[in-house]
């Protein structure tokens, strides 16, 4: 069957992006050692050779002109996804992400800002402080920005097909850790993941985790193991951020009582903050235990390999958490 | 530069001294919640570069007055409406004091409020141009101050390397709020700035229109057949304070209020006959009051703007 | 009495600064028109006459040179005291702020930073998307940086004087709305307000409403217009957010069962939701009720100097949620 | 310069060569898990603008190679520490591959993991120097791609105007990840910009340590008396691909292995006599093997090293 073809994420996203270049012309990419490179993490392999050095272009080392200039070209009737080689590098282009992108439609009135900034994010492989962190809480505080955070490849490829059609402008993170995992990507070239639609990866009665990104494979192996001592675990992942599904989560709670929230982003005022209080606000009597967090230290990330993965959840981690949560 | 052009980029400066005047008298006499920082003493810049663009070229503009929007053709019931914070404004009456204002269909695109801004938006907007072989060049207009950031360089060097149909504009009148340009830039001119860039760099007498215009025109030209940016630097003079109200106690050669050296105004004007002058000044007066009437008539945004236009 | 003396905010600010300067040789400042003019606010009025334009530096229109030539003086052994000249610059200078200066220390396993980053913040007078944000929330998230709030004239100067001589990069918000607010600011320029202890502002038993900057004023409003219902306000101010005295909040929720929470910033992932998970994770049992917010709209701020106000908290909005909160 | 200031520097940069030659053999053997980008080849713009500093002056370096901090006089053993992520690296075992390391006593200041940070760090430790008067000066690296960025723009202009006491030291090695510099750059020189910032730009061939030395010493004399900073543009090549094990696909010209084009090495190494030389290649291999050997047996750090130096 088509749909059960097996892809890996990075592939996926590959795929994602020369169909939407072969469907749409005005869309074109920007970024540094995209072209001829295939980009340092070999996500646009191919696309120079398909397309052309002028619809993937190499820039030099300049990120407020990767971002900047793609929300320009975006007023002028293109459909620029561009690749900052890190996600981190969002700040050296905060102005260009958090005020061009995110604002000028609403403080002009008038114009679309259909732009992806695709964004390799989280800890992998010792990169350091400031080429692994997982800032997509950035994009959730301030408005204007979507937020996309696939954790499988189905959902890659889907989330940045709707993420280059949609006439706003959208932060995909996508996680390093996971460029290489594989899963089943249906093939058909018009299927999209809708902005705003959890996906519950496992159905459960006994508590509800809410996960994202490299997370959600985490919380799936937890749950595995905790069923085998009756705890019973629903894992939901939002997939996207901003617009959040929250119904989803709330219905979820409503349902097994009690919320443990798993992120790689350090814990004070991350999302998992916004999410628990969210469902705090809407079904408070409904919860039946404090909503906790598993989440990353509150710390710059070590550039030790050994040492990083220490700072952000490991499955042990929301195991021994959500025997205790069940346990209040 | 024909008589008829000649005539019309006139009536460009002198409406957008008109509007100026307008302004300053509502400032002064009423204020409005926001700043204005007026671009009087500029407009030979503003008028005589825009008027080498074509109208569906791309413009982003600088804080300094609304010239550059009134001679790209935009209505300036609308402009002064985003003044006024009325719901007639181009931004739906989100605008008041110190504005945004745009206009998709005469490609004035808007300005950040973060200087430094447009020249990384410009290059983007160029690139679109490049890409979809429209034809467009995008003309981008800052200040000394705005050339200081780091996205000059970022943009201009992408820009000349990509060869995009960009024409970098400064208005270099002096000052940058309260710092004197001489005293934030090792080099005299920005335009000693472009040769880092491999473009042309170009100064010309922001006070003469006409030489604006031919300077810009062929920036544009050489832009529009693919030989890449230029950096054209206008020298001009800021007449009042960084916004009006600024007493400018910074400040030591204050300039007159009414004495605006080598007007622009004056200095094409001379090169108009005086009836034809006298009735493009009439006109020019009247149509500003009767706009400005009309924003002021206008009703003020309903509070449910607020939440337009965060999403497409 | 000497220590009822009453100061603007803005001139205890000023006294800070010339205090700590003659206090330690080695704080020095720069930012655009902090000389000469004394800040566009006026904030630093006289002080380049006092202590020279070698001391007191105006700089070109640079952020990211501000802050970062900030974090390299603090290496090579002064202490700056920066001014960006609208709080929203953070965005322009991010790399600086929440790389450099926040990181550098962890990734280098050494050197002090001491810089402070003055930041008027806030609402106030139509000066648009771009210059009105509280973005306080971000240092939050990102570890590594103070960040301070300061809501008294007398927490200004004392918060600053702390800041001055914290090891530690601070981010100093300061409120443009506050400028002109009027308290009593003790004369002793030894006087510091510590960081991480928060103020009680006003005593009650019915319910905790934990706000920052200029709405600690609306709070209190709230607080009296409230009274007369018989509905009995603790009104508490962190003062800072790191460190949080998350303490004394939930002692106070401990004694109310209710909280409130009050920022200018924008609803979503803002800090609020961060001190009410906490406050969740330490008292559930002692809520009566869900933790609600009032908080600044989803929303870039217009530039409409009527608009914009109705895009943050308003006494009435505090009084209408605290009077529905009590009903919960 | 003197016959034993060369022999020195020709010690430092033999070693940096054994130094990136033990390590290379190390990443083949056995890896680790970051990334190593090797300096090899470049050793002679390191050692030699480094042996121009003061012990005292100020150092940020760039990415490639430990060649920076080995020719400060950083302890070796402990450089190795922090590539290896052990305890006894400067870093207490956060490092780890590409690293940050840094030596406060020595001026080892660091690097930012976002390139062009060094700029303006840079130029702010030279204000502070300029404010204490200590006599020192900054020496801040980089390569050719990090000169794109607009950090650079915002220093450079500002510490142009306040004449700081800071030399830009560009490793021009042709490349920048996959990207050539000659295509990324709308002129031919690094160099070709400082005008742009009224300060002097230099080029020297970087694969001639005495020669760099010498531009930087004069360069350095400025500073520090108050001429202001100076951009050096050290032309040398990138032998290896960017991190070791990158295969290279973008590059056609690739450079042979073991081929280094006028190698700052072999070329300094004329210089001294056969005997000298080859005890101190002796003494450097030595000395190398031993470190490694030192930082190899040292204790990897304990996991809560992970909660210190968030706070002072
Ligand atoms: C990034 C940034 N920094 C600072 C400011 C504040 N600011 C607004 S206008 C101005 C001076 C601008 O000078 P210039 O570019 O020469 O324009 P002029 O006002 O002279 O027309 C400053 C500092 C800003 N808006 N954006
Ligand atoms: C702001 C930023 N953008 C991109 C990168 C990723 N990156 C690391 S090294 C490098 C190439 C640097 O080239 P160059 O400065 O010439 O130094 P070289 O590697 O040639 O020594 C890139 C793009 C980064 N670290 N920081
Ligand atoms: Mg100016
Ligand atoms: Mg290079």
């Given amino acids: 069957m088509a749909s059960e073809r097996v892809l890996g994420y990075a592939r996926a996203i590959n795929e994602a992006l020369a169909e939407e270049m072969r469907r749409d012309e005005r869309v074109w990419m920007m970024g540094q050692d995209i072209g001829k490179m295939g980009g340092v993490f070999g996500l646009t392999k191919g696309l120079q050779e398909e397309f052309g050095a002028s619809r993937v272009r190499d820039t030099a080392i300049n990120e407020t002109f990767i971002v900047g200039g793609a929300a320009g070209a975006a007023l002028g009737g293109t459909i620029p996804v561009v690749e900052l080689q890190f996600a981190d590098f969002v700040l050296t282009a905060a102005d260009e992400v958090f005020h061009k992108l995110a604002k000028w439609r609403y403080m002009h009135g008038q114009f679309e800002m259909p732009v992806v900034v695709r964004l390799p994010s989280g800890v992998v492989g010792g990169a350091g402080a400031e080429h692994s962190q997982s800032l997509e809480t950035l994009g959730m505080h301030i408005a204007g920005l979507k937020v996309a955070v696939p954790a499988t490849p189905a959902d890659a490829k889907g989330l940045l097909k709707s993420a280059i059609r949609d006439p706003n402008p959208v932060l995909f993170f996508e996680h390093k850790g996971l460029y290489r995992a594989k899963g089943p990507v249906p093939e058909d070239p018009e299927l999209v993941v809708p902005f705003g639609v959890a996906n519950v990866a496992r159905q459960g009665r006994g508590m509800t985790v809410v996960a994202t990104g490299l997370m959600v494979g985490r919380a799936l192996e937890a749950a595995d193991r905790l069923s085998e001592d009756g705890i019973d675990l629903e894992v939901v992942d939002p997939r996207t951020l901003v617009p959040l599904d929250i119904d989803t989560i709330v219905a979820s709670v409503e349902k097994t009582h009690r919320l443990l929230i798993v992120h790689e982003a350090p814990r004070t005022a991350g999302f998992g903050a916004e999410i628990a209080q969210q469902v705090q606000e809407r079904a408070f009597f409904a919860l039946d235990a404090p909503v906790w967090r598993v989440a990353g230290t509150d710390t710059p990330l070590p550039q030790d390999p050994e040492l990083e993965q220490m700072c952000i959840p490991s499955v042990d981690d929301i195991v021994e958490a959500a025997r205790a949560l069940a346990a209040v | ?312």
Wanted: glycine share 14%; with cysteine; net charge negative.
């Fill in chain 2, 1 to 312: 530069m024909n008589s008829a052009d000649l005539i019309e980029l006139y009536r460009t400066v002198v409406t957008i001294r008109f509007a100026e005047l307008r302004i300053r008298e509502h400032v002064e006499a009423e204020g409005f919640g926001g700043f204005w920082h007026p671009g009087i003493g500029q407009e030979g810049v503003q008028a005589g570069a825009v008027a080498a663009m074509r109208s569906d070229d791309y413009l982003y503009y600088a804080h300094r007055g609304l010239g550059y929007a009134i001679a790209k053709g935009m209505d300036m019931a609308v402009l002064f409406g985003d003044l006024l914070g009325r719901s007639t404004g181009s931004t739906g009456g989100k605008g008041g004091g110190t504005v945004h204002f745009a206009d998709q269909s005469r490609g004035v695109l808007g300005q950040g409020g973060t200087l430094g801004s447009n020249f990384v938006m410009g290059a983007g907007t160029a690139t679109a141009s490049q890409l979809l072989g429209d034809g467009r060049v995008t003309v981008v207009f800052f200040g000394d101050g705005a050339a200081g950031r780091g996205t000059w360089h970022e943009a201009a060097l992408q820009a000349s390397v990509w060869k995009l149909p960009v024409v970098w504009v400064c208005e270099n009148n002096g000052w940058a709020l309260s710092a004197r340009f001489t005293d934030q830039s090792p080099t005299p001119n920005i335009a000693d700035r472009a040769p880092a860039y491999g473009m042309p760099g170009v100064i010309v007498d922001g006070q003469d229109p006409i030489a604006v215009h031919d300077a810009t025109s062929e920036a544009i030209g050489r832009a529009r057949s693919g030989e890449g940016p230029t950096l054209i630097e206008a020298k001009t003079l800021r007449i009042r304070g960084h916004y009006e109200g600024d007493r400018q106690p910074y400040r030591e050669d204050k300039v007159a209020d009414d004495e605006i050296p080598n007007d622009p105004v004056h200095r094409l004007g001379e090169q108009v006959d005086d009836d034809t002058r006298r009735q493009i000044d009439a006109e020019a007066r009247e149509k500003v009051a009767a706009a400005f009437d009309e924003a002021l008539a206008a009703p003020r945004a309903d509070p449910s703007v607020i939440f337009e236009a965060v999403w497409a």
